[in-house]
């Protein structure tokens, strides 16, 4: 496991301010990946929010525009849900078709089944993507919709990120600019036994040139965000994500699998 942890630091801060720490980082990133796990499973207390971040919730949620929430796996980003319950608005979680396929039994079957669990009860609707995520998130926030969308995916855009060139998904950018929509960037941050959520100001795609410009501008903040603690970011090399495409230099978006 440490030596897991040490290969998935020096690819988080390799390239950047805080490489030489990646020894100490990796340490601490095992602790953190235990308390994310156990804050899976565990009832917790609903993540705290300042005024500031309470203020940019509320402005985003009453613009009568779409809302792209916009989070990394930094932290535990599970809690992110509950939270629109006090704007009295339903968040959107698009999912692959598969997740709503009968569980399979073991530990990944348990698994879907606490977040698929823990997305209800935070009042969340989770909606699968059949017509294609995009598609299907066009569609939803064309109606005004609250959807959330991870920015820390693989994807064709290649992006200055982390201090390295970093293959990154850009449908958060250009579904924003699609159906004029904000993006509201947040993450979950724990002190201690509590959470909080961080967000920031919207991302008004009027006031950008592009999607590009856009993309870039988000990925900015993200970043910011994931060196304050980098400890606290999912392993970029886990199955499904960059696996061993993830490195010091650069984050490769892997080739598809081909079929056994």
């Not at 509201?184 to 909080?196: E, F, K, N, S, Y």
């Amino acid at each position: 496991m440490r030596e897991q942890a040490l290969l998935a630091m020096e690819a988080i801060v390799g390239g950047t301010s805080r490489a030489e720490e990646a020894p100490a980082l990796a340490r601490q990133m095992v602790i953190e990946t235990a308390v994310r796990e156990s804050m899976l499973w565990q009832p917790w207390p609903a993540p705290l929010l300042d005024e500031e971040s309470d203020a940019n919730l509320r402005m985003a949620a009453g613009s009568g525009r779409g809302v792209l929430v916009s989070n990394c796996h930094l932290g535990p980003f599970n809690m992110v849900i509950s939270v629109y319950r006090r704007v009295e608005r339903t968040p959107y979680i698009l999912a692959a078709p598969w997740m709503f396929e009968p569980l399979c039994p073991g530990a990944w079957g348990r698994r879907t089944a606490r977040w698929l669990e823990s997305g209800r009860a935070g009042g969340a609707r989770w909606v699968r993507t059949t017509a294609g995520a995009f598609a299907t998130a066009t569609a939803l926030l064309q109606k005004s919709a609250i959807v959330l969308i991870a920015f820390d995916m693989p994807g064709s855009r290649t992006t200055g990120f982390l201090g390295k060139p970093v293959d990154l998904a850009s449908g958060t950018a250009r579904l924003a600019v699609t159906t004029d929509s904000l993006v509201l960037p947040v993450r979950v941050r724990r002190d201690g036994a509590r959470t909080h959520l961080d967000y920031a100001p919207a991302m008004d795609p009027r006031d950008l040139s592009d999607a590009d410009e856009l993309h870039d501008t988000l990925a900015a903040r993200h970043e910011a965000w994931i060196l304050e603690e980098p400890e606290a970011l999912e392993d970029p090399r886990r199955e499904g994500a960059w696996e061993e495409q993830a490195d010091a230099n650069s984050w490769t978006r892997p080739s598809p699998r081909q079929p056994d």
